[in-house]
């Protein structure tokens, strides 16, 4: 069985590949994948990488053979410093015990309260932006869904804080993708301003995570969030035992990065393209008139509003904030695609570039919330379009980060239409944890006429 599929060649010992990958992240990885289809093989110093994209090769990589791979180490490395052993970079048993551990909190009886407390958070946004205000978009979904999650899950309150939390956050998605898989890691003690910048951005949100657990651990009182889960945890299917504080402080920390950073940028990216998209947005406020009729929104409202849902879903397809799954390492030599994969080889499997192939999405770069219609979403492939990956791995969020991107879109629209402003130039997609535009999001809002607006635009 062949090894190695066609790939961009370097004969610099893949140093060339490697830079342009991390340089040039979005045009590499598209170009890739047009010039070599379904499959693609390239080196990048020491690591032998394939590139997967074809939904059946996808689908196998992350669900059917997925005991055939790991994180690779290179890069748990650096965010181990920040997640430890969370969901996101565990493997094995402790990750199987954790992720059972973790699923309550994430069962649809709870999900009536986390819509209230969206729609809360939402409206207290609302009730400061003033009309004719010019802001930042990207910075208010970040603070709305830090605070979203912080309530949701913790039962707390960081208005207060959500600047800081933000920028902390920046930071480490900065650093790691600054620093994730260069061999050349240089230690985070180093009094170098990056590094004090990092080693600031850690302790910040490890602070913040030891003093809630402190203050719960005191009581003992399960307060029915998350973090009483997490604390009383025991895993009646496993040893019966319960969590460790550095472990519940590891999941607190790894739930809170992964709960809001890609929710917000996924947020972003939706105003943008409904500010760019008129009659969507006309569509958008005449389904969220009729259906709220100017009430607050609730849970009961999510399969009501079935057009809010299409444009969520087709901004994931354009602007999936998670532009690249974490690469699977071969824990042993593995057969995909009539390849034989060596042991540690990287398997990188791409939603932004499979969710833009012309194979699967008719007139790919368009905009057109229709694909996810009814008639219209059963023909795209599985795995064709994977925002929130798939296997035993899948995102434990992706029902709760639909339903908060559905209640803040129709809860803004009932007040608002966010424009963007003139000083906002194209979008230019930056590539971090999460994919986020360049340099923010500048908007103008517009109030809309109250009571419930009934008109046409
Ligand atoms: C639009 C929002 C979101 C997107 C696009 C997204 C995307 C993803 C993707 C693609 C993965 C799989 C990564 C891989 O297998 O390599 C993942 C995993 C994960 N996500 Fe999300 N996510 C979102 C929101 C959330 C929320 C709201 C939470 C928690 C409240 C969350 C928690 C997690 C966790 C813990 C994992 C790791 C799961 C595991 O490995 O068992 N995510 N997410």
Known sequence: MPRYPAGPRDFFFGITLARQLRNNTLQFITEVGRAYGDMAYFRMGPVRAYVVNHPQLIREVLVTKHKSFRRPPLLVRPLAKVDGQGLVLSEGDLWLRQRRLVQPAFSP?????????????TRRMLARWQAGAALDV???????????????????????QTTKLGEAVRVISEAYTREAGNPLQLPDWLPLPSKRRKRWAIDTLHDMIDAI?????????????????????????????????????????????????????ALTWIWYLVAKHPAVEARLMEEVD??????????????????TEMVVKESLRLYPPTWSMFPREAVASVEIGGYRIPKRSWV???????????????????????????????????????????????????????????????????KFRVKLAADQPEAEPEVMIAIRPKGGMRVLLHRRA??????KP
């Not at 009729?293 to 399969?303: E, F, I, K, L, T």
């Not at 499979?354 to 008719?362: L, P, S, V």
């Not at 379009?385 to 991107?405: D, K, L, Q, S």
């Not at 109250?450 to 008109?455: L, S, V």
């Open 138 to 160: 990207a910075d208010e979904m970040t603070h709305l869904t830090l605070q979203i999650i912080a309530k949701t899950l913790f039962d707390v309150e960081v208005s207060e």
């Open 450 to 455: 109250e009571p419930a607006y009934a008109g």
């Open 109 to 121: 009886k709870r999900f009536e309260g986390y819509a209230h407390i969206t729609v809360d958070y």
């Open 348 to 414: 990188y499997v791409f939603p932004w570039v499979t969710h833009r192939d012309a194979r699967f999405f008719e007139n790919p770069e368009e905009f057109q919330p229709e694909r996810f219609g009814p008639g219209h979403s059963d023909k795209i492939p599985q795995y064709a379009y994977f925002p929130f990956g798939g296997g035993p791995r899948v995102c434990i969020g992706n029902t709760f980060a639909t339903m908060e991107m559905i209640l803040i879109l129709a809860s803004v629209l009932q």
């Open 290 to 307: 009729t259906v709220l009729a100017g009430r607050a929104a609730g849970y009961g409202d999510v399969p009501r509003l079935p057009y």
């Open 213 to 265: 657990i402190r203050q719960r651990r005191g009581s003992r009182d399960d307060r029915g969030d998350l973090l009483s889960m997490l604390l009383l945890a025991v895993d009646e299917e496993g040893d019966g035992r319960g969590m460790s504080d550095q472990q519940a402080r590891d999941e607190a920390v790894t739930l809170f990065n992964a709960g809001h950073d890609s929710t917000a940028a």
